[in-house]
Every structure is written in C-alpha cells, then in structure tokens.
C-alpha cells in the first residue's frame, strides 16, 4: 500500500539520526524440535499477553522480545501438528533453549490439499470474488474497547484505553464512511523520553509527500487502526482481496516473487480452516499468513508483517480476526504493532501496540451516530477531553474479558497508582 511505502521512505532517510540502542530488552531465544528433527513454523507467544509473539524460521530457531516485566508470564509453544507445550519463563534456564514437541494425529475427512501454484491462485481468486458476500454489505453498528499500550521493550510506559461505538456503510463502500464515536475514555501518564525537536522533523518530512486522498494516514489512532484493516479495503485496487491486487500481494512479479507455504488445516465448528503462510523468502519466515474457511473462501484471520531492515529487527505487523455471525463475517479483533517514533533512539524496544476488540453488534433496528458525536480523522485524542468515569470501567464486559496482565500494570504504576494517573488525565 502506497502509505506504507511513504512510511519505509520516510523512516529511512533519517536513519542517520537514529541508534539502536537494545540494552534492556528481554528475549528468548532457542530451538523448537521434534526428536532430532526442527519444527519450523511453530507459534510461541506469551500465555497471559499473546501480542508478544514469534514463529520458528525453518530450522526450528526463534526468538521472542519482550518486555523485562513479563518474565514472570508462562511461554506457550502451539503447532497444529503438536501438542501444545506451555512452560514458566522463569523455569528456562538456559538461553538458547531447546523444547520438544509431542506430535498429535488428526484426522479429517474428504479433504484434499493441492499445493501447486495455479490450485493457489484459482483458491486467492475465489477469496477475492467471494469479498462481497462474505462481508457486510449494509450499515451496521459494533461495540468495541480499543487499548494502546506502548513499550520500550524493559517497560510498559503508557496506557489508552476507549469504548467505542463503530457505524460502518459495507464493505463495498469507502471506509471513510464508517464513524466511530468515543464512549468512555481513559489515559495513563507517559514516561516515555520524548523529543520534540525530532517529533517536529518527522512532522516535516511526512509533510513533504504528497499522498492522494484516499491514501492519507489519519493522525486519529481509532480511526487508523480501524482503516488498516486490508479486508475492508477490498474496494481499493491494491488490496490483497481486490481482485486486481491479489496476484501482486500473494504470488508477486517475476522479478520479485512471492512464496507460499501450506501450514497446515483445523477444524472449528466442522468447517475446515486453512492456514497458508506467504513471503519473499523461500519458505516464508511465517510472520505473514492467512487462514481462509474452505467451505466459503472467507478470510478469518490475516497477519501482515512489513519488515524495515535487512535484519528484520524493525517491523510493523497488522493483524485482522473476523468471526461469523449468520451469514456475514465481522472483525472481532485488529491489532496494528508500530516502531514508535518520539525521540532519535528509535528500535525494535520501542513499540506502539494498538488493538480493537469487538463485542455487540447491531444489523438493525440502531440509532444511527450523528455527526456532532464522532471523531475526525486528524483529530489527537486530548486525555482532558473525557472525564473518567471509573465505576464504568469497573463493570465494563470487554475490559473484564481482556484484563491487563498484573506484570503490565505493575510496570505502569512503578511511578503512581493507575486510577490517580487516569484522573489527573481526565476532564474535571
């Protein structure tokens, strides 16, 4: 996408002011087996915050960053081909460390797997065609809680969190359609280091290129992290799931291909999901994969990662997650992983991680939002603007349903208690 190709530019013509800097960071590191054998694409995350994650390369290796404060959180290592493995950080005492896998049989029926390139291009193409009637086609309203935490990879160092309403026309048309109205907001202190001086040169430079309208990054980070979901830009022609776009985003050109790899397939509620990875490497790394239900070519969950440099330290992941309600999917999660850039020491230890769950969700029979309720596109998100409300977030679903881990609430009040931090940022 044409925005994200802005992004690479941009970060890359000042690199000369940036350092890496990778003290601090946490990490493990080892080597996923079978026997004697390597388990390439295996998924190790952290149990209690899964958006800490990584896939082994072909060779069984990985490595995992994550923030100092979680070590004390359990590491979870799942393959569809293996039992799933789970262990306390703390209980590894050798880095790199080397775990096995137990396999597993599974057993399906009636399914045939073709992985030759013109079976997988017939299969994309089907993706594509099939946009239209797998995804909302008329006006409908979501509930969500949307969280940014940001990290420099030692600490957690702020916190937002919002209950939105999201009004969306359909999927075929301009996203810029869809409205979302703040609800209930709250903020933490920020004790990040932040430069201003550099926060006015990256003003600057993003200032210098020009971007055609529709492909203009909102500042509003609810607004973009809703926008960066690929599948409800299918109307765009280079989208993945355009039917124009797919061939250039899953099978590349000649001089740039891209490789594709058959994971592995589960079944969830007697539909047959397939997992496919894709890349430049050959065999893909395994961080970009799609999973598409077989029985209806829907996408029900995306992971793009865009790597910045060579060493693919630097990188920026969108992950999109839909579930079936009737006969329509609907987003139940996106998460947008980003470098954050607030001051010249810019690396992998310093991520804005921004997610979206979504709970209720009305087809009918709503009041629509008006236009006085919504939020622009442009418009920086004020802590004061919003009075903490806090007996609604005591007994608030989705932030019952997804709890901040203690390790990362004990990071963000090192310095003062998170309820004083939401109401000093909130409006009197």
Known sequence: MKYVIAFIISFFSSTLLFSQNKAGQNHISGTIRDGNSPVPNAYIFLKNYPDFNCLSDSEGFFKL???????????????????????????????????????????????????????????????????????????????????KLSTNYE????????????????????????????????????????????????????????FEEKNKVPSNPIIRLYEDNFIRKSYLDESPFNSNGYLNEFFGIVE?????????????????????????????????????????????????????????????????????????????????????????????????ISTLWFDEIKTENFKKLKSREIIERDEILPSNAFTYEQEFWKINKLSKAFPLDSAILKSLERHKKLEDQFKENGRD
């Open 256 to 352: 740039l291909p891209i490789y594709q790899e058959f994971l592995g397939y589960e079944l969830v509620d007697n539909d047959t999901i397939f997992t496919i990875a894709y890349g430049t490497t050959d065999p893909p790394l395994g961080t970009t994969y799609i999973k598409v239900n077989s029985s209806d070519y829907a996408v029900v969950e995306f992971q793009v990662t865009r790597y910045l440099d060579p060493e693919r330290e630097l990188y920026e992941q969108f992950l999109m997650k839909y579930r079936k309600i009737q006969d329509k999917y609907y987003p139940e999660k996106l998460v947008h992983k980003v470098l954050r850039f607030i001051n010249r020491n810019v690396g992998s230890h310093q991520m804005d």
């Open 65 to 147: 960053r994550f923030p100092e404060s979680l070590k004390i959180d359990t590491l979870i290592v799942s393959h569809l081909s293996y039992t799933k493995a789970q262990m306390a950080i703390k209980s590894l005492k050798n880095n790199p460390t080397n775990i096995t896998l137990q396999s597993k049989t599974i057993v399906l029926d009636e399914i045939t797997v073709k992985p030759e390139k013109d079976y997988l291009k017939d299969f994309f193409q089907k993706i594509a065609q099939n946009i239209p009637k797998n995804y909302p086609e008329k006006r409908h309203q979501m509930t969500g809680l949307f969280r």
């Open 155 to 210: 600490e957690f160092t702020h916190l937002t969190e919002a209950q939105v309403v999201v009004e969306d026309v359909g999927y075929t048309k301009e996203v810029k359609g869809a409205k979302i109205k703040i609800e209930h907001y709250r903020e933490s202190g920020d004790f990040s280091e932040i430069d201003s001086t550099f926060l006015l040169l990256l003003k600057a430079q993003e200032d210098s290129y020009a």
